[in-house]
């Protein structure tokens, strides 16, 4: 019964506390209208994928990206046994923007991670993936900052 009472509560209180999204494509004033890639890669079309979710279709702010994409994982620290320990994870990102009338902008992000090694690869390879989304998504934070304070 309280354990009801209490998520009856969390309800009322998030329903009518006024709660909007803070990356809905109504906040943002800008239209991607091409993204080009600079390679086929992987990080790549997520990058991508995840820019034109923010692109506001009814914008008059025309914008055209070119994208470069680079993963770097680095061994930071090596066991006695000379096995890696501990690595660094880089994703950069390079953008040329041309909004306006034929107004260019070039500008670089990059964020990176250190994390332990794991004996299990598997279990290795799978948090490297989520660590891979989570510096995409910040990277993509400071693109959108970037997009949002542009002037035509």
């Not at 890669?41 to 820019?51: A, D, G």
């Not at 910040?138 to 900052?145: P, Q």
Request: aromatic share 10%; charged share 25%.
């Amino acid at each position: 019964m309280k354990k009801i009472i209490t998520i009856l509560l969390t309800f009322i209180f998030l329903t009518s506390c006024g709660y909007t999204p803070i990356y809905s494509s109504k906040n943002f004033d800008f239209k991607l209208k091409d993204i080009f890639l600079s390679k086929n890669n992987q990080i790549n079309s997520k990058v991508e994928k995840k820019l034109r979710n923010f692109s506001n279709p009814e914008s008059q702010k025309i914008i055209i990206l070119k994208i470069d994409t680079q993963k770097q994982i680095n061994i930071l620290a090596k066991n006695s046994r000379g096995d890696p320990s501990r690595y660094e994870m880089i994703i950069s990102i390079k953008l040329e923007i041309q909004y306006g009338q034929n107004q260019k902008i070039s500008q670089a992000f990059q964020e990176r991670f250190n994390y332990n090694s794991n004996k299990n690869k598997f279990d290795l390879n799978q948090y490297e993936k989520v660590i891979e989304d989570l510096l995409i998504d910040k990277n993509i934070d400071s693109i959108i900052n970037t997009l949002s304070k542009l002037q035509s």
